[in-house]
Each structure stands twice: as C-alpha cells, then as structure tokens.
C-alpha cells in the first residue's frame, strides 16, 4: 500500500522559511522520480518542483531560486525547503510519486 505523509507545514512570516518533508512507503522510492505540487484556494492545483531518479531537478518559475527540492533515498523521504517565503506561497503542499498516489497534504500560510 503506497503512502506518502507531508509534514512540516506552518504559519510563517514573509521573508521566512520552512522545510517540508514527505515520508514515502509502499514503493522502491528510489526508481521515483517525486514531485512537489500546491493548490491554493481558488485555484488548480500546480507543480512547483521535481526531482529525478538522478537527482536533476526543476522549478517552476515563481519558486526559483527561492526553494530546493532534494531527496533521500535511505530515509525514502523527499524535501521541499522553501525560502524567502511570499503571501502568494500560501497554499496546501502535496507530494506526488508521478504513479497516481497523493499525500493528505500540508498547509504553508504566509502571513504577517
């Protein structure tokens, strides 16, 4: 049974940080590529960031050079830190293992 639990969400000031995690199970994480995904109200859910089996990475511009996905094959976690947070990045976060499983999600408010 294929599980992903997000963790690491919070209410934060802008400008501040925060560093999501993902515990995956139920898979061999390290031939997944893992993705992290947000929807904010209102609004479709999109991808914010990738990481490959190899370890290449990709951002979608609004994110760039503000978060770093990274991953950890021995702990079967992927990482989301996010930096210089905006209210615009106020959103729930969910990882995504590209073979149709979803965490619960995790709720990043940016608010002051």
């Known amino acids: 049974q294929v599980q992903l639990v997000e963790s690491g969400g919070g209410l934060v000031q802008p400008g501040g940080s925060l560093k999501l995690s993902c515990a995956a199970s139920g898979f061999t994480f390290r031939l997944n590529a893992m993705r992290w995904y947000r929807q904010a109200p209102g609004k479709e859910r999109e991808q914010v960031a990738f990481i490959g089996v190899s370890g290449y990475t990709q951002y979608a511009d609004s994110v760039k050079g503000r978060f770093t996905i990274s991953r950890d094959n021995a702990k079967s976690t992927v990482y989301l830190e996010m930096n210089s947070l905006k209210p615009e990045d106020t959103a729930v976060y969910y990882c995504?293992?590209?073979?149709?499983?979803w965490g619960q999600g995790t709720q990043v408010t940016v608010s002051s």
């Open positions: 995504y293992n590209g073979a149709g499983s």
